[in-house]
Structures are given as C-alpha cells and as structure tokens.
C-alpha cells in the first residue's frame, strides 16, 4: 500500500512536470495497444467475428444511433477543424461499443486509395466483404455484410447504395496525390479540406444511398472510410511533426485548440490527439502484404521519378532527403507503372446538401487536377 502510494505521489509529481514541460501531453500512456487493420487483411475467422458483432449490433439499434448522432451534429463536424477529433472520437465510440459484444473486435479501415483508379472493381465491394451496388429502384443491396438489411433511421428503409455515375463511380485520389497533401500541409488550416474534400467526399458521393446522406454511418463502409481518413491524419500527426497541431476556426466562430470540446462528446480534444496514450490505446497496421500507400516503396519510386523542382513543389519533405531513396526504388514497380489519372469531382448538389464551402471545395479540386498535370508533364508512371 505504501508502495503503490509513493509511485502514485511520484506520477502525480511527474506528470506536473511534464505539464510544464509539455503543456499539451497530459494523458496517460496506454499499458497495451490493439491494431486496427486493413480489411482484407482479416483472418477468416476474425471476419466471421466481425461479421456476427455487426449484425447483433444492428440488431440492437446501434446503426440507427450512431446515424442519428452523425446527423444531428452534422453541421459542427464537417467543413471545420472539428473535422478530424470528432470523426476520431465517433469512430473510437463505435469500436468500444463492438467491444462490449466482444473484446477482440478492432475496427478495421479501408485502404482507399488503393482503389482509386476503378473503384467499383474493390475486393471490398464484393459479396466476400461489404457487397456491391444496389439493385431495383430502392438501390438495395443484395450482398455482402449488410444484404437485406432493413436500417430504421431516419425512417424504415432498405439499405442501400448506388454507386455514382450510373453504377460506374469515377476515379478517386492516389495514394501520391494524398502523399503530396499530407507533405504540404502546414497546419490543419490546410490540412482538413485537403483530405475532406478530396478522398473524403468522393468516397460518400461515389457509393451513393445511405453512405451518400448525413445519417451516413447506416453503411458499415463510413466506420471503414474514417478509420482510413484518422489513419492519414496520425500519418501526418506523427511523421511530419504536427502531434498537437489545431487551428482555424471552431463551429462557434472562435479559435480551436486542443482545449476546445469535441462536439457531442464534451471531452478536451487534447485528448484524442495522440493514438497509444489515454483511450486511444490503437494503432494502424501499415499494411505489408500489399505495400501499396504511403509506404516506403511510393515515396521511393517518387523520388526516383520526379525532378528535383517538382519533387520541391508537390513533395516538399521527400525532397529534402531523395538520395536515400532513390538507392532502393523498385524497379520493377517502376517498370509496370501507368499515368495518374484526373480525380472525379463532387457535383454542386451534393455540396449544398452537405452545406460545404463550394468554392473551397473547388480549390481542393483543381489542386488535385494540377497535380496529376504536374506528373504527367515530369513523365511519372505510377505503381499505383
Ligand atoms: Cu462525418
């Protein structure tokens, strides 16, 4: 007893110390750390789980709550810095409640970009996983994870989907385009449109139904879609020093900070701020069967690719040290590489119906149409 109290008076001390120190760290490290993975990395077996945890818990209205809380606070979580700590915070809401059902569930994420090209064609999509498109006039899917479904919120309805550009979704956004976005943003300023209304949009856009409404999380493929996106977001946190950037405005119109509330949650945002202290005891798998996004390899054939002005202009990070990269591109990657192609665009409907900022929305786009400009012009195939 008086052990565990003079380690407890100690940690207390220390931790004001470091409080001095770092005024920003002030949770608790986490004593173990589950892996949240990419989906098609699941083991048979976990799916299995996974799959009876999601049904018991659409049984028990767990869909229609996190959608109806999705939609009510719809306004102060989109289109603002609230962007990244509140979807953090949902999404770890979610994973705790699959938790209750069974302590090993971790939710999972989609590794989008690797499906950028034709993402109608994702593994993810298919009767295996999530299932495919709609079908009949209520678009409802027949396949996958959620066939049948009836979802209850915000009225009784089939689940569905219907896959934008008449069942043919456009091309999304490759994983050097979302390289380049984490590697020149500044601040969070520059950082939120740059992911949200990029990757994030085309994703609800492109799979249209429920996934295209504000009550979103009615599709199992929005907890998919922001794990990944929280994923990019601690890419950026961790390995380009920005762990306790906040800025801009928040949804009352004053400054945010990591002291400022989560929306619904009432919690600091400090405190999602960093994975592996406090609650957030996970950590993202870096994918090495595939080695697809944002891994070595990418930076890699990037460096080795591109000259050293566009690599200053688009890859600011990589171009400070390309040398040791360039030593070990992949050349056959390299090899079997093909041309960027142009991002599809949100259409002007879904922009005022999501109450986004459409000439912000816009600058995101043509940004993107520059870059895949850029690297046609430096002659880059991508491995992607
Ligand atoms: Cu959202």
Redesign the pocket.
Known sequence: MKLSAAILSATAIGLSAVQVANAQQTQPACSSVYTRKELLSLTASEWSLYKSILTAMQRDGWFAWFSYL?NTWFGS??GQSQFFPF?RRFVYEWEKTGKRYNSAFAQPYWDEMRDYRTPASSQVLTSNWVGGNGQGTNRCVQNGLQAGWTMTYPNSHCFSRSFSNNGNPTSWYSPEYIESVIQRSADMTAFRPGIEYSLHGIVHLNMGGDMAQRYSPNDWIFMLHHANLDRLWWQWQSGHNHMWTMDGPNSDGNAISINSNIAYFNEPIRNVMQLGYGQMCFQYSSNPIRRRNLDASTTQKISAALPQDVLSEWFPDTAKSPAAAVATVDSAVAASGKPIPYPGTLTDDWISKQHLDRAAVRRVEADARSFVDAMKKAKYNSPH
């Open positions: 999705h979580i989109h979807h």
